[in-house]
């Protein structure tokens, strides 16, 4: 099977880097779980040594990964994280970062708390704003890190203008593109470097498989990523690429569901008296509703909201029946959690605070159930308070 150089976007999903099993006709790439693999000679192998450097299962998501991003390589690591600090190898002792501020709890611990040891330094500012954006680029910044939605306050920087700023400098960008996904946001052809996901979320979509992917177009890029790949050896393991290749199949039409039913629950939430604010970026009431709709297809499935209080957000999580109180998004079933205590304890209170990760926030990963079944048990919940 070959798959066209103007294949759409559903096709590369099911078909790219996953061709039939040559010795047996599998159209399901196997679970090539091996350790190491025996040569034919002294010198003389089919193209692969030692799993930790290759494995034909991470090689075909990879391939499938690349493909849906529109990127030239791609690079499997065994978490989101351990994708991220990859891509930070690319720097060196003294270089300077602009990131966005509302970023995911777990990489301002890995900037902050461990790569700040080896002195590299991060300016956080509000991406969505391109005059700080300017503003805070160096002549020692050697990286702009955009996470667009923002996770979760769900901000959007504009990723065309973003990256024609950043390139001005000669500086290259790198997109955390997990709350979006693929389908729903593609930081490539709008002028990024790199692409970084966790995995395990929509990219796998069935809440049972940790992962991550970093995606490149530039040879440096490339080369230097694939021997960092192979000399720290953070690699997910062949099981785990093989379900993110199973969850890849049915992404469009998971992230269809997951956008109608988030818009449905935005605009029931944005209605609710007993809720104080919603952020969603498909409202209108979104400072970058405009945005949104012409850089993304669909708004994605997440949102986040705030109740007023502590407490009410703690008898609401408490009170969800089919929502499960839970860490981590992107899956097929709805997840429900509290971002100030879960996701982003790790961040200072005082910095929370600042960006509006408020100890009354909820943040919801809107699944793919029934819409009614999903908003009944809103309903329900926000009754209680």
């Not at 704003?129 to 996770?151: G, S, Y």
């Not at 990024?192 to 490149?216: P, Q, W």
């Not at 939430?269 to 498909?282: D, F």
Request: aromatic share 6%.
């Amino acid at each position: 099977m070959t798959l066209r150089d103007d294949a759409r976007f559903s096709t590369i999903c099911i078909h790219a880097g996953q061709a039939p099993d040559p010795s047996t006709g599998a159209i399901i790439t196997p679970i090539y779980q091996t350790s190491t693999y025996v040569q034919d000679a002294l010198g003389v192998h089919k193209g692969y040594e030692y799993a930790r450097t290759q494995n034909p299962t991470r090689a075909a998501l990879e391939a499938n990964l690349a493909a849906i991003e529109g990127g030239r390589a791609a690079f499997a690591f065994a978490s989101g994280m351990a994708a991220t600090g990859a891509v930070m190898t690319l720097l060196q002792s003294g270089d300077h970062v602009v990131a966005t501020d509302d970023l995911y709890g777990g990489t301002y611990r890995l900037f902050e708390r461990v790569l700040r040891k080896y002195q590299l330094d991060f300016t956080y500012t509000d991406t969505s704003d391109l005059r700080q954006l300017e503003r805070a680029i160096r002549p020692a910044t050697r990286l702009v890190f955009l996470e667009t939605p923002t996770n979760p306050m769900l901000r959007i920087t504009d990723l065309t203008a973003a990256c024609a700023i950043a390139h001005g400098h000669g500086v290259p960008v790198a997109v955390d593109n997990t709350f979006a996904s693929p389908y729903v946001q593609r930081p490539l052809p709008l002028g990024a470097d790199l692409v970084i996901h966790s995995t395990t979320k929509f990219l796998n979509g069935h809440s049972d498989s940790v992962g991550g992917v970093v995606v490149a177009v530039r040879d440096d890029h490339i080369d230097w990523l694939r021997f960092v790949q192979n000399a720290e050896g953070a690699i997910i393991g062949p099981m785990d690429a093989w379900l993110v290749l199973r969850g890849t199949k049915t992404l469009p039409v998971r992230m269809e569901r997951h956008n109608a039913n988030a818009m449905v629950l935005a605009e029931y939430l944005a209605s609710h008296p007993k809720v104080a604010a919603v952020h969603y970026p498909g409202l209108p009431s979104h400072p970058q509703h405009e945005l949104a709709r012409r850089q993304m297809r669909g708004f994605g499935g997440l949102i986040s909201f705030s109740v007023g209080s502590l407490e009410r957000a703690r008898t609401l999580l408490n009170g969800v029946r089919l929502m499960s109180l839970a860490e981590s998004l992107g899956g097929v079933e709805t997840l429900i959690s509290h971002p100030a205590t879960m996701t982003h304890a790790s961040v200072p209170p005082e910095r929370r605070r600042a960006l509006g990760v408020t100890d009354d926030l909820v943040r919801v990963s809107v699944g793919i159930e029934d819409i009614d079944d999903l908003r009944e048990d809103l309903d329900q919940a926000l009754d209680r308070i």
